[in-house]
């Protein structure tokens, strides 16, 4: 996070924190509230708190929206590498399509100082899942490796579910049926 951006929220908590203040004191009595909105100078004041307004809300959206890049860095002779986590992600995704077995990968980074991949998958019925397990993570450990030249360090195996109507989608269960 940017320091305009610690401004900006700092000066949009302070804005809630006013209006918060303002609002108990109407409810608890005070007519300072209600006096300030039967004023001749509300079209003008109210425009400007009105604009205030606004622009936290435009600013707030657009923070929220704004996703932050990952990257794997590593330092090299000429200079620093930055590697997209996202880019790597679809490398691994690439790497376990070589492995039969599989119907579904999908990757993501838990870590990207020491470099920690989390890997969801989908596999076809009929294969040992643990030997599957083992055999893609040593593929997307080499693959990463020799591709991007990044040593992952651990490599977690998560098998959400089994494939159903194999033979339909696995090309190599086809020539075997």
């Known amino acids: 996070m940017i320091i305009l951006d610690r401004i900006l929220l700092g000066i949009t908590g ?12 109407t409810i608890l009595g005070s007519t300072v509230v209600i006096n300030w ?36 860095v590593y330092p090299r002779e000429l200079g620093e590498i930055r590697i997209s986590t996202d ?33 969801r998958v989908t596999v076809y019925p009929d294969h040992n899942l643990s030997e599957l397990s083992e055999e893609l993570q040593e593929t997307v450990r080499d693959y990463v490796q020799k591709t991007v030249g990044v040593a992952i360090q651990e490599v977690e195996v998560f098998v959400d579910g089994i494939a159903k109507n194999a033979a339909e989608t696995d090309p190599q269960l086809e020539e075997i049926v």
């Not at 302070?14 to 004191?25: C, E, K, M, T």
């Not at 077995?101 to 890997?119: C, H, I, M, W, Y």
């Open 14 to 25: 302070l804005v809630l924190v006013v209006l918060a203040g303002f609002l108990l004191s």
């Open 37 to 72: 909105l039967e004023s001749p100078r509300l079209l003008f004041d109210g425009s400007i708190v009105v604009l205030i307004l606004v622009i936290l809300a435009v600013y707030l959206a657009v923070l929220i929206s704004r996703t932050e890049k990952r990257f794997i």
């Open 87 to 119: 880019c790597v992600e679809s490398l691994i995704v690439e790497g376990a399509a070589q492995i039969s077995g599989l119907e579904q990968v999908r990757a993501s980074f838990t870590d990207v100082v020491n470099p920690k991949v989390k890997l």
